[in-house]
């Protein structure tokens, strides 16, 4: 099966985002974040990660790119699983149980969005519509069979 995993081509992340995932984590879209916030409030960093950022599921941080990778059975369901603690620790989900089925939802969503080749890169743009949240997802399609390359660095002086 396949699915989104972070990937991080420059330190770009670990300064736009309050918390970057780590590149190789699962990662799902995560509008679900911003369902009770007002996104035209959203200012700086928490504004970048509902523009444009992917959550990862194990540090809950988010990322700007994610590519399609194969994920095996039980890597799959530790996301739905961590993603259903996350809905009680953090959203008001009464227990792990009341949330599965809504992280499951969420995590093939995700899994959906990776209809492509190994090695596609996916990225979201997040905007206020009239019913809501409306997400637009873009492919990024690697090179004749290759991986994408780093094709720059930043050097801090």
């Given amino acids: 099966m396949r699915f989104p995993r972070?990937?991080?081509?420059?330190?770009?992340?670990?300064?736009?985002?309050?918390?970057?995932?780590?590149?190789?984590?699962?990662?799902?879209?995560?509008?679900?974040?911003?369902?009770?916030?007002?996104?035209?409030?959203?200012t700086g960093k928490a504004r970048q990660a509902f523009v444009h950022g992917f959550l990862g599921t194990e540090s809950f941080g988010w990322t700007t790119l994610v590519e399609v990778a194969e994920i095996d059975e039980d890597d799959h369901e530790r996301v739905v699983v961590r993603l259903a603690d996350?809905?009680?620790?953090?959203?008001?989900?009464?227990?792990r149980t009341a949330a599965m089925p809504v992280a499951r939802d969420e995590v093939g969503f995700a899994a959906g969005l990776c209809d492509h080749k190994l090695h596609t890169l996916l990225t979201v743009e997040r905007e206020l519509g009239e019913d809501g949240i409306v997400e637009r997802f873009k492919v990024i399609h690697p090179p004749r069979g290759a991986q994408h390359a780093k094709i720059w660095s930043i050097v801090e002086e």
């Avoid at 081509?9 to 007002?38: C, I, Q, R, Y």
Wanted: net charge negative; proline share 9%.
């Fill in 86 to 95: 996350h809905f009680v620790a953090h959203y008001g989900a009464p227990d």
């Fill in 6 to 42: 972070a990937i991080r081509l420059d330190a770009s992340d670990l300064k736009v985002f309050a918390v970057a995932a780590e590149p190789g984590e699962w990662a799902v879209p995560g509008a679900f974040a911003f369902a009770n916030a007002d996104p035209q409030d959203l």
